[in-house]
Structures are given as structure tokens and as C-alpha cells.
């Protein structure tokens, strides 16, 4: 189970009416969650105020068909491959409840003063009237989330009878020996079930009558409770054939089936690698042109025959790219003494051979190429693609600028080197003053009069360039990269 941890906090005002007496004298209205949600969800939209803090790239498409469905109220299954934010999406729903809530001080469950609704509870409420203490509870204890996995069981997610409880004396019949599982626990909450289809299809059973009746059954008794619940749920679309598959009576008690994708934009891609890759954690400076070739690369592998598009490409692939590319400059600032680390495209090397375990390719591209065992296919696809999006990066980025004068003086003998362990201004300093250098480095973000490594990393995207269109040379000699006269 997991729990949001809350934002700031999570001691209630000290002004908050602390028994039921009180409560009522303060004019709280009791909501159940789906009209607490659509209350708050309105206000947001009303307000101008941005319910989906965090959530990139789903503006125009996922979030007016989320929105709709819960104002509603209907509960809701998201749809998509691995890494297209649905958890994410799941999560932001916790700003959709009130801060704070109150509940029955002491109950098990998070029972509403007014409306008691385990017999514990309803005894005491009975006892005590209006002196029923009331606590208060924060917003990030309301969402419970949930891996579903083939081993979870009906008494994790409804309850089971507790032993203990009927060792001391109560008998198998009363509704007091239940311990109460994930979905009861979340009353008047939200309650996520991420990757449904691995569940069993006898443990979905169990949800069948939490969903339309909103009672529990429990080894042959029915308890009912009114649970006040918001059941969403996330699933694969590969799920259905490959490992599982929602049964069709609960799929049918899902009001609303909400299709997720990958961004959609190149911008909405790099503004999410930005977003996820925190890489000011790591100390190094990874540049927007890098973070653009990123996500064309994985826009790229995401189009191509040779990946197994029903396992997807995650987001996450460019976020890991990032924070490998980001270390690649810490290593290389490490060992040139470089004082800032700043990521060049010579960075970008290391991303094919690190996370290459997270796709998942096509039979056959495991096989030698032309029978040459020292061929490696895989490598190759990974290498083709991300040259493709660093010239599809140089292409947009440059387009217009003449690069001529930078290709002539490389290959008049002002050969440029490269490498994990060539420092920004030996880069620079293997190059004439030439006013080309200056256009290139401010249309791809760098101050020409600015520090060093910024410099190097757009004039290095430019000879990169003029290799991909045969206006240069490249060799690789000891683990440097060489630039020099084309063949």
C-alpha cells in the first residue's frame, strides 16, 4: 500500500471543531467523495487555478475526458503502455480532496461523524451524542494505491476474519471479528489499483459488490457497509492477451475507460524529461538542445520496426537518458578538473550502452549481423536512431545557418578532439576565431562570450552535424573522437 505523503504539515488548525457538537454548530456539510472531488474539480476549473499540477502533455486530450468523468462520479480505469504517466495522473487526484476531513477519533475506519457505519462506531456514537470526539484528517491519508500481483489475496483488499478477535471470545457470525482490508481501510477516499490485470480473475471478483452495492462479503457473511470509496484503477492494453485481462463484469462497473499516450509534441517531451530527471541533484548542466535529442530519440524508437511497440517506450527512457548524459559530465569533470560540469553531445555515447535493457526488441534483433558475431544489431538500430535525432536537432536548430566556414577550416587542418576526458577549452582552443562559432553558439542557447562549456557543446552539435552530412570526418582513436577532412 502507499500512501501520498502530505504536502507541508499535517497537523490540523487548532481552530477545527474537535466533537461532533461542534461540527454540526460550525455548519459542516458532510460530501461523499465523488461530490467532494466534483466540488473541488469545479471550483479549480472555475478559478482558473490548475488541478493537474505536474502532468505534461495531456492538456488537449486525457485530462477533458478525466475531468468529464468525474464530474460524473464515475470510477475509472486508465488505459496506456508502461511509462505514460498514468500513476502519476492517479496521484494528482489527492489535490482534488479537501485538505482536511473529519472522521470518528479512534474508529478503524475514516468514518464520518454524522454517519457512523461500523457497529463500534455506531455504538459509540450512540453513547456519547454530541460529545463524539471527532479528529481531523489530511488529504494524503485519503489516497491508497495498490500493486496488484498475482499473489493478492481477497482478505488483502476486502478483509477476512481476524482469529485473534474470535480467540477472545466473539463468534465467527459478528461483524466485529472482521479485519478489514485495502478498500474498506480507504472509506471516503480514493482508492488505485495500478496494473488491475494481474489480478486474479477470482480476486476481481471481490471487488464486484464494493463497486455497484458498496458492501463487503466476507467468508460466507455479507457485512454491509455503505464504503464511500473512488475506485481508478491502470492498466497495459498488451494486459488483455499477454498476462491478464479485466473480467467484463467489472470492466462493465468501470464507468469510464480513459485511453493515455506518450507526448505528443517534442516540447511537451522535454519539458517532461526536465520535469522527472531532476539534474540538479546530480550537478551537471544538461543543456535544452541535449534534452531535445533525447526526446527525438525516443520519438524515433517509439516509430521503429525493430522495437516491440506492444511493450512501449517509456518516458522514463529519456528521463534515465538525461541523468546518464548528466553523469557522463560530472565523470568528465571529475577527471579534466573541469570546475562546472556541463553535458556535450559526446555524452550522449553512453545512453545506447546503459539503457539498452529497458526496451524491449523484436525477435530476431538479437541474431549476428551477416553472420558476423562480432556485429552487434541491436547497438547498431540504437546508434542509427540517436545519430537520426541528433541531425534532425542540428537540422531545426541551424536551419538556415551556413556551417561551410566551420567544415573548411576543420578540414584545412584544424582537426577538433573530443572525448570523456577532453576538457571545454581544448575544444574551443583547437579552433581559428571564426564568426560562425559565434551564430552557432547563440542559436542553440550559449552566450558566445560566456563560459566554456556551453560553447563547446554547441560547437561540438555543429561538427557533429557536418559528420552526419559527410561534410566531415570523424575517427575514434583511443576513446577520443576526432573530427578532420571528410573521405
Avoid at 507541508?8 to 460530501?31: F, I, M
Avoid at 455506531?122 to 489516497?143: M, Q
Avoid at 498475482?150 to 466473539?170: C, F, I, M, W, Y
Avoid at 567544415?407 to 572525448?419: D, E, P
Amino acid at each position: 500500500m502507499t500512501v501520498v505523503p502530505a504536502r507541508g504539515s499535517r497537523q490540523p488548525p487548532s481552530n477545527l471543531p474537535r466533537t461532533l457538537g461542534a461540527l454540526r454548530a460550525c455548519g459542516h456539510v458532510q460530501r461523499d467523495i465523488k461530490g467532494e472531488v466534483r466540488a473541488n474539480l469545479l471550483a479549480a476549473l472555475r478559478s482558473g487555478t490548475d488541478p493537474w499540477p505536474g502532468i505534461i502533455g495531456f492538456g488537449e486530450t486525457v485530462l477533458p475526458r478525466l475531468e468529464r468523468a468525474l464530474l460524473a462520479g464515475h470510477d475509472v480505469v486508465l488505459l496506456g503502455e508502461r511509462g505514460q504517466g498514468k500513476t502519476r495522473l492517479l496521484r494528482a487526484l489527492v489535490g482534488l480532496l479537501d485538505e482536511w476531513t473529519p472522521v470518528i477519533e479512534g474508529a478503524e475506519l475514516a468514518e464520518h461523524p454524522y454517519r457512523p457505519i461500523t457497529p463500534g462506531s455506531v455504538r459509540h456514537a450512540a453513547e456519547l451524542g454530541d460529545d463524539l470526539p471527532v479528529a481531523w484528517l489530511h488529504r494524503s491519508f485519503r489516497y491508497t494505491e495498490k500493486l496488484a500481483t498475482p499473489d493478492t489475496s481477497v482478505g488483502d483488499l476486502v478483509g477476512d476474519v481476524d482469529p485473534v478477535k474470535v480467540a477472545q471470545g466473539r463468534s465467527l457470525g459478528d461483524p466485529e471479528t472482521i479485519h478489514f482490508g485495502l478498500v474498506p481501510r480507504a472509506h471516503r477516499g480514493i482508492v488505485a489499483i495500478n496494473e488491475l490485470p494481474d489480478l486474479a480473475e477470482r480476486i476481481q471478483v471481490s471487488l464486484l459488490n464494493v463497486m455497484e452495492e458498496r458492501d463487503i462479503q466476507v467468508r460466507g457473511y455479507v457485512l454491509r457497509l455503505p464504503l464511500d470509496v473512488l475506485l481508478v484503477a491502470s492498466a497495459n492494453p498488451e494486459d488483455y492477451t499477454n498476462r491478464g485481462r479485466i473480467i467484463t463484469p467489472l470492466k462493465d462497473r468501470f464507468g469510464a475507460e480513459i485511453r493515455t499516450h506518450y507526448p505528443r509534441e517534442i516540447a511537451a517531451e522535454m519539458a517532461l524529461v526536465a520535469q522527472e530527471a531532476d539534474l540538479g541533484s546530480i550537478g551537471a548542466e544538461v543543456g535544452e538542445v541535449l534534452l531535445e535529442v533525447l526526446a527525438r530519440f525516443s520519438r524515433h524508437l517509439r516509430a521503429s520496426a525493430a522495437i516491440d511497440q506492444r511493450s512501449g517506450v517509456s518516458a522514463r527512457f529519456a528521463v534515465a537518458g538525461a541523468q546518464t548524459v548528466a553523469a557522463a559530465a560530472l565523470r568528465r569533470s571529475a577527471l579534466t578538473g573541469e570546475e562546472h560540469a556541463v553535458a556535450r553531445p559526446i555524452d550522449l555515447e553512453a545512453v545506447p550502452a546503459v539503457l539498452r535493457g529497458k526496451l524491449e526488441f523484436e525477435s530476431g534483433y538479437d541474431q549476428p549481423v551477416d553472420n558476423d558475431p562480432g556485429r552487434d544489431q541491436q547497438g547498431e538500430v540504437l546508434t542509427h536512431l540517436l545519430r537520426r535525432a541528433v541531425a534532425d536537432t542540428a537540422r531545426a536548430r541551424l536551419h538556415g545557418v551556413d556551417l561551410t566556414p566551420l567544415a573548411a577550416a576543420v578540414s584545412g587542418g584544424h582537426r577538433v578532439v573530443t572525448g570523456d576526458r577532453v576538457p571545454a577549452g581544448e575544444v574551443l582552443a583547437a579552433l581559428p576565431e571564426l564568426p560562425i562559432l559565434h551564430e552557432v553558439a547563440t542559436r542553440l542557447g550559449a552566450a558566445p562570450e560566456g563560459p566554456l562549456g556551453p560553447v563547446a557543446a554547441a560547437v561540438e552539435l555543429a561538427l557533429e552535424s557536418l559528420y552526419l552530412t559527410r561534410k566531415l570526418g570523424k575517427d575514434v582513436e583511443d576513446g577520443r573522437t576526432v573530427y578532420g577532412s571528410g573521405q
